[in-house]
């Protein structure tokens, strides 16, 4: 069974990364965002075999703030893959405009 847990990384005043498993009391950082990951990993590990029971109750929302001149700021609060968006490689979009031109995907057979 796979269980996802969001992890917040922060780039301190200092320079050191900090990281955090949301909704855990689970704590460790770095002196770079690799260490960090390692750190956390390593962190979340032991703390996963000490509290094997333990579930992800966090839900990921990310806000997007949009500032434009002499106006107020708006917010809008977006799931984490809205972000991602969808992106169709060069390849890909060639591909599809040819199987296009020949009508689209082939129909499934009808066994009789």
Request: aromatic share 6%.
């Amino acid at each position: 069974m796979t269980a996802r847990f969001p992890i917040v990384f922060e780039r301190e005043d200092s320079g050191v990364v900090s990281a955090y498993v949301a909704g855990l009391p689970v704590y460790a950082q770095g002196g770079t965002q690799k260490a960090a990951e390692r750190a956390i990993r390593r962190t979340f590990e032991a703390y996963l075999e000490a509290h094997p029971d333990v579930a992800s109750t966090s839900d990921v929302k990310v806000a997007t703030v949009l500032r434009r001149a002499r106006s107020a700021p708006e917010v809008s609060i977006v799931s984490a893959a809205a972000l991602v968006g969808g992106h169709t490689s060069r390849r890909k979009a060639a591909s599809s405009r040819a199987n296009g031109r020949l009508g689209g995907r082939p129909r499934a057979s009808v066994r009789t």
